[in-house]
T-cell receptor, first 118, second 110 residues
Framework: NAGVMQNPRHLVRRRGQEARLRCSPM?????VYWYRQLPEEGLKFMVY????????ESGMPKERFSAEFPKEGPSILRIQQVVRGDSAAYFC????????????????FGPGTRLTVL | LAKTTQPISMDSYEGQEVNITCSHN???????ITWYQQFPSQGPRFIIQ???TKVTNEVASLFIPADRKSSTLSLPRVSLSDTAVYYC???????????FGKGTKLSVIP
């Protein structure tokens, strides 16, 4: 059973361009979470999605950032008009049910996408 | 959310037991304590979780005193491959927003 897959692993964009990060959850998982990790920092929650629904986007900047998890295909984190401050590692996690319903141990993380904005 | 405090870094020689302590003075009654491991250029990986007393699995042990204001992750006989950042998280039911601090950077020395 393949783990959570993210691509690309590395992405370089110039200021003002768009960045699209893709996440394929583990087979059978219908809950996806996106986190951002700045250098020398811990991961910060951005958004939680289920198939075709955004459940909680409280950690995502209100401008330029959007996320989706369509009925078919991977989840997409989209950053428009990137700025240097968007340079970070973006991690996707998935779970088969609502992680945290009983405990907090059931989020499985992908390898991340490292975004560099020039 | 309960705040956690853990050492920024630790060094250990191969074969030694490593204990990393995390303080969480404001832990709530329904909070669990979870530890994750993160290697460079990889996502975090779940290690162990507990509520009270002691939990052991094939990777580590977790010791939680009666007052639950701290917890200690114990890694027996570490090897070079255990070099990683270890995060202590505290959260209860429904807390899908995992809150990672800066973690403890463990360096295992040959």
């Amino acid at each position: 059973n393949a783990g959570v897959m993210q691509n690309p692993r590395h992405l370089v964009r110039r200021r003002g361009q768009e960045a699209r990060l893709r996440c394929s959850p583990m087979k059978g998982h219908s809950h996806v979470y996106w986190y951002r990790q700045l250098p020398e920092e811990g991961l910060k929650f951005m958004v939680y999605l289920q198939k075709e629904n955004i459940i909680d986007e409280s950690g995502m900047p209100k401008e330029r950032f959007s996320a989706e998890f369509p009925k078919e295909g991977p989840s997409i984190l989209r950053i428009q008009q990137v700025v240097r401050g968007d340079s970070a590692a973006y991690f996707c996690a998935s779970s088969p049910y609502l992680a945290g319903a009983l405990s907090t141990d059931t989020q499985y993380f992908g390898p991340g996408t490292r975004l560099t904005v020039l | 959310l309960a705040k956690t405090t853990q050492p920024i870094s630790m060094d250990s020689y191969e074969g030694q037991e490593v204990n990393i302590t995390c303080s969480h003075n404001n832990i709530a009654t329904n909070d669990y304590i979870t530890w994750y491991q993160q290697f460079p250029s990889q996502g975090p990986r779940f290690i162990i979780q507990g509520y009270k007393t002691k939990v052991t699995n094939e990777v580590a042990s977790l010791f939680i005193p009666a007052d639950r204001k701290s917890s200690t992750l114990s890694l027996p006989r570490v090897s070079l491959s255990d070099t990683a950042v270890y995060y202590c998280l505290v959260g209860g039911a429904g807390s899908y927003q995992l809150t990672f601090g800066k973690g403890t950077k463990l360096s295992v020395i040959p």
